[in-house]
């Protein structure tokens, strides 16, 4: 899913790089109030677990495998303005020091799985929580849709970038229909892991769950007075 | 960065590549995966200029290609779609004779795609592998700093650096125990132990974090990070 140097033209890449700023930009001030002066600390080991939850990876069929993203994930447990700061970071990181995905390709990145990601699995996982019933058990199940939906979100804009700047003459239907495909695949395996995780940080610490605030209330009180300390 | 020591994809030297300001490599390289990007890929000569200058920094950097082949790996996936491309892309079709009496119907516009994205995709990564190489992480935070990324992000950057190889042992560990319990981690049917795993991985980061910040503020952390911790 990293896309690398030389997949979109410049035009594009430029393009989507400014989008990607102004996201970033956007998410840096508005981090600050899910965060306030601990955003830096936080965010920074937040984004090392993503990290680490990118290296797991789970097969998909036919031989090849795909990894989590964390969008969803991120932005369920943290809230959406630091999951955002998260995975510019970590694609920041993994494209400065490791090569994956391309430096001119960051804005791309940044916009595909950071802003759109985000943006798609946050808004999805709370219209669902607005339609389940209000208990506890709907918080991981509402996380899941945001997660499912969210992977091929972030296909179908790659497509749509791909139809406007791509470096390859490949028909955009036929780009939409494999990415699109391939990524509901993806994306299901991303929304199990998501809603497993989400429910089990739930069952441990309900309080550090952002997206799960009101629905767990009574257990948290006890529980971080045990564990925090 | 205070630890001892040195990151996976450093190679520690002296060389005038290591030496030279990290706000400029990362302009320098910035420039040049622009440029790569925007030739047109017909330009097959100006490719190879490419690659020779990259390959002379290398040497020039006294970076073995031992070192810096093995991380390419990085860009297997893609060089697959690369190779997928020929047979999808649209425009005339050549026929390729191939061992066997087989036929390969390709597109001849998808071979020169093919082309290009094999060639601009490499050049990035080799760049951008010759400057993780030669250049020390907390060299890379302070020239970016230097090129006014907000500081904030920069100082994410950094915390994320510092502890990942202290989150990510934690997660090797962690996937240690599993298998040594019979679970294997890739397998969906034990997912819901993975997600337990990275569910823990998660409640000990995020109370890493917070020790950190409260560390930090007993020791007069006002938002910014003082010069020499960077």
Same mark, same amino acid.
């Given at each position: 899913?990293?896309?690398?140097?030389?997949?979109?033209?410049?035009?594009?890449?430029?393009?989507?790089?400014?989008?990607?700023?102004?996201?970033?930009?956007?998410?840096?001030?508005?981090?600050?109030?899910?965060?306030?002066?601990?955003?830096?600390?936080?965010?920074?080991?937040?984004?090392? $677990?993503?990290?680490?939850?990118?290296?797991?990876?789970?097969?998909?069929?036919?031989?090849?495998?795909?990894?989590?993203?964390?969008?969803?994930?991120?932005?369920?447990?943290?809230?959406?303005?630091?999951? +955002?700061?998260?995975?510019?970071?970590?694609?920041?990181?993994?494209?400065? $020091?490791?090569?994956?995905?391309?430096?001119? &390709?960051?804005?791309?990145?940044?916009?595909?799985?950071?802003?759109?990601?985000?943006?798609?699995?946050?808004?999805?996982?709370?219209?669902?929580?607005?339609?389940?019933?209000?208990?506890?058990?709907?918080?991981?199940?509402?996380?899941?849709?945001?997660?499912?939906?969210?992977?091929?979100?972030?296909?179908?804009?790659? !497509?749509?970038?791909?139809?406007?700047?791509?470096?390859?003459?490949?028909?955009?239907?036929?780009?939409?229909?494999?990415?699109?495909?391939?990524?509901?695949?993806?994306?299901?395996?991303?929304?199990?892991?998501?809603?497993?995780?989400? !429910?089990?940080?739930? &069952? !441990?610490?309900?309080?550090?769950?952002?997206?799960a605030r009101g629905y767990a209330g009574r257990r948290s009180h006890l529980q971080s007075e045990g564990v925090g300390a | 960065m205070g630890a001892g020591h040195g990151h996976r994809l450093h190679f520690h030297g002296h060389s005038v590549v290591h030496r030279a300001p990290a706000h400029l490599k990362i302009l320098v390289l910035l420039g040049f995966v622009l440029g790569v990007v925007a030739t047109p890929r017909e330009w097959y000569p100006v490719f190879g200029g490419y690659l020779a200058l990259v390959l002379g920094v290398v040497v020039l950097a006294r970076v073995p290609l031992r070192y810096l082949l093995p991380r390419m790996v990085i860009e297997v996936p893609f060089l697959l779609f690369a190779a997928l491309v020929p047979f999808v892309a649209e425009g005339e079709r050549i026929a390729v004779h191939v061992v066997g009496g087989w036929e390969l119907s390709l597109s001849e516009s998808g071979l020169l795609a093919a082309w290009g994205l094999v060639a601009k995709g490499t050049l990035g990564v080799l760049a951008s592998l010759t400057l993780a190489a030669t250049t020390e992480p907390a060299e890379v935070l302070r020239g970016l700093q230097r090129l006014r990324l907000p500081d904030l992000l920069v100082q994410i950057m950094g915390f994320m650096i510092r502890y990942l190889d202290v989150v990510t042992s934690d997660l090797a560990r962690m996937l240690t125990a599993m298998r040594s319990r019979g679970v294997?981690?890739?397998?969906?049917?034990?997912?819901?132990?993975?997600?337990?795993?990275?569910?823990?991985?998660?409640?000990?980061?995020?109370?890493?974090?917070?020790?950190?910040?409260?560390? +930090?503020?007993?020791?007069?952390?006002?938002g910014r990070l003082p010069e020499e911790a960077r």
């Open positions: 899913m990293h896309v690398p140097d030389g997949f979109l033209d410049a035009p594009t890449s430029i393009a989507t790089g400014v989008v990607a700023a102004a996201g970033v930009g956007l998410a840096l001030r508005k981090a600050r109030t899910e965060l306030d002066d601990r955003t830096a600390p936080m965010a920074g080991l937040v984004a090392a $677990f993503v990290f680490a939850g990118q290296m797991i990876n789970f097969p998909v069929g036919a031989g090849t495998s795909g990894h989590l993203l964390g969008g969803a994930l991120a932005a369920v447990l943290v809230g959406p303005w630091t999951a +955002m700061l998260c995975i510019s970071v970590v694609l920041l990181v993994q494209g400065l $020091f490791m090569a994956d995905g391309g430096l001119t &390709a960051l804005g791309t990145n940044i916009t595909l799985m950071a802003i759109v990601g985000v943006v798609v699995g946050y808004g999805v996982f709370r219209l669902a929580l607005g339609v389940l019933p209000r208990r506890p058990g709907s918080v991981p199940l509402a996380a899941a849709a945001g997660a499912l939906v969210s992977v091929p979100a972030a296909a179908s804009v790659f !497509s749509l970038l791909f139809a406007i700047g791509g470096t390859a003459d490949i028909a955009p239907a036929k780009v939409l229909t494999a990415m699109v495909g391939w990524h509901l695949v993806i994306g299901i395996g991303e929304a199990v892991i998501t809603g497993l995780v989400v !429910s089990a940080v739930i &069952a !441990s610490r309900p309080d550090l769950v952002r997206g | 294997d981690p890739r397998s969906p049917r034990h997912w819901p132990a993975l997600a337990r795993t990275l569910g823990a991985l998660f409640v000990r980061s995020y109370e890493r974090g917070e020790r950190v910040h409260l560390a +930090m503020l007993s020791r007069g952390y006002d």
